[in-house]
């Protein structure tokens, strides 16, 4: 039986979980942050039959059903910063310290029992709750508006958030608050990356187009078969687009929910399937999209792409791209085993 209930979430992953850490630290880091949150809850007496914990591989979705305490989302999130910043002044091994990311959320969500018989949580609460933690970096919190709204009216919380304006999959804004307070230890009160890009500098790769660059260099071979195609620029520009938002989409998707694919053949056919699959489309057809997502998409990067008969190809990346990549988004270079190449 599903039942409706106020749930508060605070979703929190380790920064960096992988980066020149071993497996044997990764393990002892998670068992860490697990001792924490639960020794948290319970000098914060959160009954134990009110919460429910999602592991998410690298972190943790704690989420507090009908708990009392209009700001206890919040206390609990300082509570494990502060922890985490004790743990790491005590322990001298660099692969054993770590930082994390928080994002506070709160809605009215279904309570359910999972396959396995457990209490869980779904709706749109806890999806939100990772996109705001999406947003956040190393020992920074964010909050989403309707947390805001709570704790903006309280005395002990004015003047303690600082607004910002996201844009999430498929485009869309949605607002986030960032946490400050001088008295909290462990919190970090920078601006968030996200927010803080300078214009005069090099724009930041998209998770769009590191995706896209990263699954256009692994096909770089096949594509450079292709190169008697009328239509091969055109068409592994259409394919490449839609891989790459087909895996930012399965990124982005909270790992209780199912991602939402549009690539034909996704997870059944070959790349080079695929790419006939595009390629035997109506020439103009495919030549007008194309145009329609490198202007979207790919145009402001343009520079990091190989250039043909005066125009940017976009199937093919250069080796300033390749690097770009590896400096942003190393997850997803170590993902696709990319490296420099050495000249």
Not at 4 to 12: D, E, G, K, M, P
Not at 140 to 149: K, P, S
Not at 316 to 327: A, H, N
């Amino acid at each position: 039986m599903v039942e409706t209930a106020r749930v508060q979430y605070v979703f929190l992953d380790v920064v960096g979980y992988t980066r020149n850490r071993s497996v044997e630290a990764q393990s002892e880091v998670v068992a860490t942050l697990n001792d924490i949150v639960l020794k948290s809850l319970q000098e914060l007496e959160i009954p134990i039959d009110r919460t429910v914990l999602i592991p998410t591989g690298d972190g943790i979705a704690i989420a507090l059903i009908d708990v009392s305490g209009f700001d206890i989302h919040l206390q609990l999130a300082l509570r494990l910063l502060g922890k985490i910043a004790n743990h790491n002044s005590a322990t001298a091994d660099k692969m054993r310290q770590f930082s994390v990311r928080i994002g506070i959320n709160e809605n009215i969500d279904n309570v359910l029992l999972d396959i396995n018989g457990r209490k869980n949580v779904a709706g749109a609460g806890i999806s939100m709750a990772q996109r705001i933690m999406d947003k956040a970096d190393a020992s920074q919190i964010l909050v989403g508006h309707t947390v805001y709204d709570v704790l903006r009216q309280r005395e002990k919380y004015f003047s303690s958030f600082r607004a910002f304006s996201a844009i999430g999959k498929h485009g869309i804004n949605f607002n986030v608050y960032q946490f400050s307070s001088k008295d909290s230890p462990g919190l970090n009160m920078d601006v968030p990356t996200a927010f803080a890009v300078k214009k005069s500098e090099p724009a930041k790769l998209t998770k769009f187009v590191a995706y896209y660059i990263a699954h256009a260099q692994t096909n770089r071979d096949f594509l450079q078969s292709k190169k008697n195609d009328a239509a091969r620029n055109y068409a592994a520009t259409v394919l490449l687009s839609f891989i790459a938002a087909d895996a930012e989409e399965i990124s982005d998707t909270p790992v209780h929910e199912d991602a939402s694919v549009n690539t034909w053949g996704a997870g059944e056919e070959t790349f080079e399937k695929q790419y006939l699959h595009y390629a035997s489309l109506e020439f103009w057809v495919i030549c007008r999209l194309s145009d329609l997502l490198a202007s979207r998409h790919l145009n402001t990067y343009s520079e990091y792409f190989e250039g043909a008969d005066f125009m940017t190809n976009f199937a093919f990346v250069k080796q300033s791209g390749i690097k770009k990549l590896i400096d942003e988004w190393p997850e997803i270079a170590t993902e696709f085993r990319l490296k420099p190449t050495l000249k």
